[in-house]
């Protein structure tokens, strides 16, 4: 096992552990390590490889609960703006890429820290809108979850139909740019073969993770992670 791989794994677990206790910040962090271990097309294709397998195991359980005609139309135009990002990605400079992930880490941190909150009416086309930014974010770093994060926890819904919405759009969307990049060969087989080899070390740590966020202190632990994300970004653009 590389060293490269190790490190992997540690950031991982740190993942894993935030994804568990509070449900945010995993993909941005393990994005702003990855990049500068593995490259940003297979970063892209490990984190979204692993993400819809942990997805496929939490939609049955509330697939009753989303709002279709509001999630299907945001992750179908998201969908459209892919191919997009996937040609950004696979022609932008890697060095470029890098610091741009950590950017955008850093700007998505600043938003948790400041509690900011979408306070508008939410008409289909303010719904498209953020669903095609998500898309295209996702393709370009593997994290297009915060817009659609911060857009539907503005809502007045309930947080068990909020959280089902966010599941539904996310796994649709990562349905989407994993057969993307399957058509245009940016998966290759040494991307799953590090996606399979790390899953397991970030469906065990979001275990803990889940298990902990029963017993702790859940402001203490969002500052926690909103601090690593913070570092996480500083990294990334300071490499």
């Known amino acids: 096992m590389s060293t490269e791989l190790l490190i992997a794994m540690a950031v991982i677990s740190l993942a894993g552990l935030m994804r568990g206790f509070t449900g945010a910040g995993s993909s941005m962090l393990m994005a702003c390590f990855f990049v500068h271990i593995f490259g940003p097309v297979e970063t892209v294709g490990i984190i979204v490889l692993m993400e819809l397998a942990i997805s496929a195991q939490i939609m049955p359980s509330v697939w009753d609960k989303i709002e279709w005609p509001v999630v299907a139309p945001m992750g179908a135009v998201a969908t459209l703006l892919m191919p997009i990002g996937s040609w ?5 400079n890697p060095a470029i890429l890098a610091q741009a992930t950590g950017f955008l880490v850093l700007i998505f941190a600043f938003i948790l820290m400041m509690g900011y909150q979408y306070q508008g009416p939410k008409p289909l086309g303010v719904s498209l809108g953020v669903g095609a930014f998500s898309g295209f974010l996702m393709a370009v770093t593997s994290f297009g979850g915060p817009p659609v994060i911060i857009y539907f926890l503005s809502s007045t819904d309930t947080s068990a139909t ?6 539904g759009y996310l796994t649709l969307t990562l349905i989407s740019i994993v057969t993307i990049m399957l058509v245009s060969g940016n998966i290759q087989w040494e991307t799953a073969k590090t996606a399979a080899i790390l ?6 740590t979001t275990w803990i993770g889940s298990r902990l966020f029963q ?7 969002r500052r926690i992670t909103i601090a690593i994300l913070f570092c996480a970004g500083l990294y990334g653009v300071l490499q």
């Open 162 to 167: 909020n959280r089902a919405n966010i599941i």
């Open 88 to 92: 950004i990605l696979v022609s932008a």
């Open 199 to 204: 899953l397991p070390v970030y469906i065990v």
């Open 215 to 221: 017993k702790s202190n859940e402001q203490l632990y």
